[in-house]
T-cell receptor, first 115, second 110 residues
Framework: NAGVMQNPRHLVRRRGQEARLRCSPM?????VYWYRQLPEEGLKFMVY????????ESGMPKERFSAEFPKEGPSILRIQQVVRGDSAAYFC?????????????FGQGTRLTVV | EDQVTQSPEALRLQEGESSSLNCSYT??????LFWYRQDPGKGPEFLFT???AGEEKEKERLKATLTKKESFLHITAPKPEDSATYLC???????????FGTGTRLQVFP
């Protein structure tokens, strides 16, 4: 049973370009979360999605950031017109959200560097 | 506002020297408290979930405990391979997201 798969592991973008980060949840998991981790800081919640639905996007910047989790395929975190401050590690987590068990399992992350 | 504070920020131990990491939290209706281990360049690895005060869980040299205000991660006779950053997170009944602390960076020297 493969874990949460994220790709690419490393992504370099020039300022103004678009970054697309992909996340395939664990088999049987239908809930996906995206977190951002800046150097020397904790993980910060960005968005929570179920298939075809955004449940909570309270941690997403209002501009340039969007996320989706289509019926088929991986979840995508999209950052338009990237700036240097977007450089960070972006982690995806998935959960089955079975009652009484809310463990979220994380992928290895995508490290975005904006140059 | 839900909040998690971890201490110390960094901890250096000699191999075999037991110690504890602290996680203090304030949350409106705790659904669960989670401990993760994170190695450099890797994603957080799930360790434990605690749901109610008084609960304890163990895994090898690690033992997690929970009170109404804080959780401890006890490390007994640590080994160099236990070196990592240990993250604490809480989830409340009001939301479905994890609120993380900034972690304790543990180094165990042989």
């Amino acid at each position: 049973n493969a874990g949460v798969m994220q790709n690419p592991r490393h992504l370099v973008r020039r300022r103004g370009q678009e970054a697309r980060l992909r996340c395939s949840p664990m088999k049987g998991h239908s809930h996906v979360y995206w977190y951002r981790q800046l150097p020397e800081e904790g993980l910060k919640f960005m968005v929570y999605l179920q298939k075809e639905n955004i449940i909570d996007e309270s941690g997403m910047p209002k501009e340039r950031f969007s996320a989706e989790f289509p019926k088929e395929g991986p979840s995508i975190l999209r950052i338009q017109q990237v700036v240097r401050g977007d450089s960070a590690a972006y982690f995806c987590a998935s959960s089955p959200l079975v009652q009484g068990s809310t463990e979220a399992f994380f992928g290895q992350g995508t490290r975005l560097t904006v140059v | 506002e839900d909040q998690v504070t971890q201490s110390p920020e960094a901890l250096r131990l000699q191999e075999g020297e037991s110690s504890s990491l602290n996680c203090s939290y304030t949350v409106s209706g705790l659904r669960g408290l989670f401990w993760y281990r994170q190695d450099p360049g890797k994603g957080p690895e799930f360790l434990f979930t605690l749901y109610s005060a008084g609960e304890e869980k163990e895994k090898e040299r690690l033992k997690a405990t929970l009170t109404k205000k804080e959780s401890f991660l006890h490390i007994t006779a640590p080994k160099p391979e236990d070196s990592a950053t240990y993250l604490c997170a809480v989830e409340s009944y009001n939301t479905d997201k994890l609120i993380f602390g900034t972690g304790t960076r543990l180094q165990v020297f042989p």
